[in-house]
Structure formats: C-alpha cells, structure tokens
C-alpha cells in the first residue's frame, strides 16, 4: 500500500484565491511527521510545513496551512491568495517515528497559478 | 539554505560505466541522503548515513552503493550504470532522526545514461 497518495496531478487556481492540495497517509505508527514540499520549475526542493501526529493544531507558516484531520488521515495543504509564484510542483511527505530515517514522499501535484 | 552542494549538476555517462555522485554540506549534520526523482514516483530513498561510516539501504537501493569517510560527504557510486538509472538525484539532511525533523535538500544531479 501506498504510504503517501496525492490524487491530484494537475491542479489550476486563480490568482488571488485560495486552493486545497490534498494529501492522504497510511501509518500504522502513532508517532509521525506530515511535511510538505514545493519544487519549482528551476528544480529545488523547498519546505513548506510541518504537522506532528501529536499537535492538537492545524500547522500554519505564513500563507500556508496545514488541514490536519487525524481520524481521515488527511492532511491537506492549503495555500491562500495565491500568487503566480506558487506555480510549482507541490509534495507530501511523512516520516514515522518507528523508522526514523525513511521519507515517504506522494507522487506530487502541479499547481499552475492563472492571472 | 542548508549548506548542500551536489557534484557534478548534469552529467551523461554510458551504460556499464561507473558513476560517483558527490553531495557537500558545510553544518556538520549528523543525517544525510539520498534520494532518485523519476517521474511518477515522486521522491524515493536509495540510502542514508547515520554518521561517518554508518550508512544503511532505502528503499531503492539495488545497483547502488554509499561511502562516508568524512562527516560533510556522502558519495553516491553507480557501479555500472544502467538507463533505467536515469534520474535526478538528490541529497538531503537533518540534524537529528527525530520524527518532527525536517529534511532540507540540495540542489539535484541531473544524470542521463545512454
């Protein structure tokens, strides 16, 4: 089974809205970490956010949120008014506590910006 | 930034040639990786170092191997490369091994095996 599933490998938003990048996990490990990141046109890895299994509060930095729903094992990204710099590849990623060192990372979603 | 350098950025090689793929970090980090991008599968571990001379495999390891004889480098060795190799490659690390750590990446090695 798949770790990480994003089911959105394309994704359009206009600018200035808000858009939801979905992101589902299967762990079976109470202890894990929920990161997101995002990987421009020029090709870098950037960190977005993260969401320990354990916080009680949905992670927000800056634009960006996390929707954390535990019970669905979801964790959606949230990205509000957008700006055509948000155009980028955009990856989900989970770290279990019980393996440490292993990243699972989603297959990614293309979130183009339309001014 | 996190310091990482990668060495080289591109390259193209032959099939049935070595490769060694070079990654760089300036903090002393004690946690370093590397991962492949292929389309499809977002990013996939290879290997990973817990400390000089620690390393242990990931997920897609076969036909590659890892040395760290020094804290800052972590070399990625393709023995004989093969096209199904092609990819880009990156390395990654973290201070610690705790869950709530993030990884920070560097820039990618782009290789193309003919």
């Known amino acids: 089974a798949q770790k990480i599933t994003q089911t959105q490998p394309g994704m359009f938003v206009q600018e200035k809205e808000a858009v939801t990048l979905d992101c589902t996990y299967d762990t079976s490990d109470p202890s894990y970490g929920l990161f997101w990141y995002k990987q421009p046109s020029s090709g870098e890895m950037i960190f977005l956010i993260y969401?320990?299994?354990?916080?009680?509060q949905n992670a927000t930095e800056g634009r960006y949120s996390l929707n954390f729903q535990k019970a669905r094992k979801s964790a959606n990204l949230v990205i509000s008014a957008s700006q055509l710099g948000d155009s980028a590849m955009y990856f989900c990623a989970m770290r279990e506590g019980r393996t440490g060192n292993q990243f699972y990372f989603g297959t990614g979603t293309s979130l183009t910006v339309i001014p | 930034d996190a310091g990482i350098t990668q060495s080289p950025r591109h390259k193209v090689t032959e099939t049935g040639t070595p490769v060694t793929l070079r990654c760089h970090q300036t903090e002393n980090h004690r946690y370093m990786y590397w991962y492949r991008q292929d389309p499809g599968h977002g990013l996939r571990l290879i290997h990973y170092?817990?400390?000089?001379?620690?390393?242990d495999k990931g997920e897609v390891s076969d036909g590659y191997s890892v040395s760290r004889s020094k804290t800052e480098d972590f070399l990625l060795t393709l023995e004989s490369a093969t096209s199904s190799q092609t990819s880009v490659y990156f390395c990654?690390?973290?201070?610690?091994?705790?869950?709530?750590?993030?990884?920070?990446f560097g820039p990618g090695t782009r290789l193309l095996v003919l």
């Open positions: 969401q320990g299994s354990y916080d009680q």
């Open positions: 990654a690390i973290s201070r610690t091994g705790e869950v709530e750590e993030t990884q920070y």
């Open positions: 170092s817990y400390g000089v001379k620690d390393t």
